[in-house]
């Protein structure tokens, strides 16, 4: 996004506004602003930072750290999970291998097979790469 200066009449200050903000990623409204750290749609109310939108337009799935993920790899979880029907859920440190990636439901997009749980969808912000 670039910059551009606009005078204000004889004033000697300019303000500056950008050119184009991002359309909105859900209903590709161009009628978007900043709030803080974040960017709004008054339209259909979406919420999110511009780099969300950057990651899922590479295509690229990254880990906690920043890694790239691949399918095959091995993840360790590095938060402690609740799971649904399991009275432990799955504990930091536990590795996963041979991971799927995939364009899950939300933000689900790991595929897998956890030791002592069974099949289930994990976040790649849940885990590292091994």
Known sequence: MSL?????GESRY???VEDTLPSCPECSSEFTYEMGALMVCPECAHEWAPAEVAV???GVIKDAVG???ADGDTVTVIKTLKVKGSPTGIKSGTKVRNIRLVQGIGDHDIDCKVDGIGPMQLKSSVVKKV
């Open 4 to 8: 551009q200066k606009l005078d204000i």
């Open 14 to 16: 300019g303000i500056y």
């Open 56 to 58: 899922e337009e590479d």
């Open 67 to 69: 890694n790239i993920l």
